[in-house]
Nanobody
Framework: QVKLVESGGGSVQSGGSLRLSCVRS????????MGWFRQPPGKELEGVAS????????YYAESVKGRFTISQDSSYNTLYLQMNSLKPEDTAMYYC?????????????????WGQGTQVTVSS
C-alpha cells in the first residue's frame, strides 16, 4: 500500500511563496501520474499539477501556469510543488495524489491514493 504525507502548507501574504512536499512510502507505485489537487472552501476540486512518471511530462492548470512548478527528487519518493506569486484565490486545501493522469485534467477525485492534505492560506 502506498502512503502519501503532505507538508509545507501555511499562511502567506499575497505575492509570497510556499513549497509543498509529499513523501511517498510503502509499496512501489506503478501508476501513471503523481501530482496535486486543491479544493478551496466551498468550491470544487481542481487538478493543479501532475507529473507523468512514464512520459516525464508535466501538466499545469491554467490558473497556476507560470507560478507553480512540480518536481520530484531523484528517487521519486518525494514530490514537490513550488508555489510562487501566490494569490488569495490560491487559498485551499492541497492534496498530493497518485492518480490516473486524466484525473488531474478532468478535476476528478475518487481514483488512486491521496494524502490527508495541507492547508494553504493566502491573505491580501
Amino acid at each position: 500500500q502506498v502512503k502519501l504525507v503532505e507538508s509545507g502548507g501555511g499562511s502567506v501574504q499575497s505575492g509570497g511563496s510556499l513549497r509543498l512536499s509529499c513523501v511517498r512510502s510503502g509499496d512501489t507505485y506503478s501508476g501513471a501520474c503523481m501530482g496535486w489537487f486543491r479544493q478551496p472552501p466551498g468550491k470544487e476540486l481542481e487538478g493543479v499539477a501532475s507529473f507523468s512518471l512514464r512520459q516525464g511530462t508535466s501538466y499545469y492548470a491554467e490558473s497556476v501556469k507560470g507560478r507553480f512548478t512540480i518536481s520530484q527528487d531523484s528517487s521519486y519518493n518525494t514530490l514537490y510543488l513550488q508555489m510562487n506569486s501566490l494569490k488569495p484565490e490560491d487559498t485551499a486545501m492541497y492534496y498530493c495524489a497518485a492518480a490516473p493522469c486524466s484525473d488531474y485534467v478532468l478535476n476528478r477525485s475518487g481514483g488512486g491514493i491521496w494524502g490527508q492534505g495541507t492547508q494553504v492560506t493566502v491573505s491580501s
